[in-house]
T-cell receptor
Framework: QAHLVQSGADVKKPGSSVKVSCQTSGDTFSNFALNWVRQAPGQGLEWMGR????????NYAQKLQGRITITADRSTNTFYMELSSLRSDDTAVYYC????????????WGQGSLITVSS | EIELTQSPGTLSLSPGERATLSCRVS???????LAWYQKKAGQPPRLLIYGASTRATGIPDRFSGSGSGTDFTLTITRLEPEDSAVYYC?????????FGGGTKVQIK
């Protein structure tokens, strides 16, 4: 399984943006997908979106369309999830997770990054 | 987006008992692309089952998955205290993935 290391906790103001990173090990630009999932306090898991580097494709949850951008930096095997126009209900633990293909489950996860949105 | 409905919301069972968790999908999943995850506080999700019925690496055979089309089940036999967690189903058969709302399993 891949090893994924995420950036640390952060506090953001409402209306600002956050960019969470996820660095992977090994050959991470072969046929796989990198997903982003979040869990707000007391809530369930929410799939946010993914990037499939070999296809140069991103898919985003309809609820977050227009606010989320997922990118990849091949030179450092690092993936980024940027969320803009932050609101208090974006406070959550954000996870990155790797799937071994477009239609495969997520079998490796980062440790999670707590993002708090507060004025 | 495909919607997943899990039931019951909470299960409270004793060690050694069997837990049966349900996941209903709003449309038939091609090739049964349905996974089950275990989520404990402070930890990332753990993949238990994929393809509706295949155990992930290292998952004990107390965990089993079944079902097809729109109705899926996760069964945990011989419950142990460490099985206390929230369990989520997820479909990954479409371009937009989605999770169910979760079932909390409490061990008395």
């Amino acid at each position: 399984q891949a090893h994924l290391v995420q950036s640390g906790a952060d506090v953001k103001k409402p209306g600002s943006s956050v960019k969470v990173s996820c660095q992977t090990s090994g050959d991470t630009f072969s046929n796989f997908a990198l997903n982003w999932v979040r869990q707000a306090p007391g809530q369930g898991l929410e799939w946010m979106g993914r990037i499939i580097p070999i296809l140069g494709m991103t898919n985003y949850a309809q609820k977050l369309q227009g606010r989320i951008t997922i990118t990849a930096d091949r030179s450092t095997n690092t993936f980024y999830m940027e969320l803009s126009s932050l609101r208090s209900d974006d406070t959550a633990v954000y996870y990155c997770g790797k799937s071994s293909g477009t239609y495969e489950p997520t079998d490796s996860w980062g440790q999670g990054s707590l993002i708090t949105v507060s004025s | 987006e495909i919607e997943l409905t899990q039931s019951p919301g909470t299960l409270s069972l004793s060690p050694g008992e069997r837990a049966t968790l349900s996941c209903r999908v709003s449309q038939s999943l091609p090739n049964n692309k349905l996974a089950w995850y275990q989520k404990k506080a402070g930890q990332p999700p753990r993949l238990l089952i994929y393809g509706a019925s295949t155990r992930a690496t290292g998952i004990p055979d107390r965990f089993s998955g079944s079902g097809s089309g729109t109705d899926f089940t996760l069964t945990i036999t011989r419950l142990e205290p460490e099985d206390s967690a929230v369990y989520y189903c997820q479909q990954y058969g479409s371009f937009l993935l989605s999770f169910g709302g979760g079932t909390k399993v409490q061990i008395k």
